[in-house]
């Protein structure tokens, strides 16, 4: 009986160890699997943030055009008029750098043309673990005084 009874305490003792063990492993791919969707998500949202930097000075809705030709630029009556999509939580705005304004003028219809920057979409998160700033220089156009000027499309991505 003292024999039957030390097999079974083994054969307990190789189940509990066997359990914690496979438990062990689960916890472990559990933590792989969310550190590879946590970067998966990261590396998504760089590509729509890259994409949304080709696309958006080339936009119908933005975009400067002559009699149907496009002028590849930024038409900036249509920045002040613009009513954008959901794009997320990003801040989205356009800054003349050349020639240079002394300050940062927000541009309004009360302001323009006499300002250098343009909030094309705002949302921010009031707490946010991420930052990721990406820019890419575009030229404006002001039909008012029919001059093209330099400026950088900046995108800040909130997560």
Do not use: H, W
């Amino acid at each position: 009986m003292k024999k039957a009874e030390l097999q079974m305490q083994e054969t307990m003792l190789v189940i509990f160890i066997v359990t914690i063990i496979i438990g062990i492993a689960l916890f472990t791919f559990y933590q792989i699997q969310l550190k590879s969707i946590e970067k998966s998500k990261v590396e998504l949202e760089q590509s729509r943030n890259l994409i949304l930097l080709e696309t958006l000075p080339n936009s119908i809705e933005l975009s400067y055009s002559n009699l149907g030709n496009e002028q590849n630029s930024i038409d900036t009556l249509k920045l002040l008029n613009s009513n954008s999509l959901n794009y997320g939580f990003k801040d989205i705005s356009i800054k003349q750098v050349y020639p240079e304004i002394n300050g940062e003028i927000i541009c309004n219809k009360q302001s323009y043309p006499n300002c250098n920057k343009y909030v094309v979409y705002s949302k921010k998160l009031s707490k946010y673990n991420s930052l990721e700033v990406i820019s890419v220089p575009v030229s404006l156009y002001f039909p008012y005084t029919d001059e093209y000027k330099s400026a950088v499309l900046e995108v800040k991505s909130y997560s």
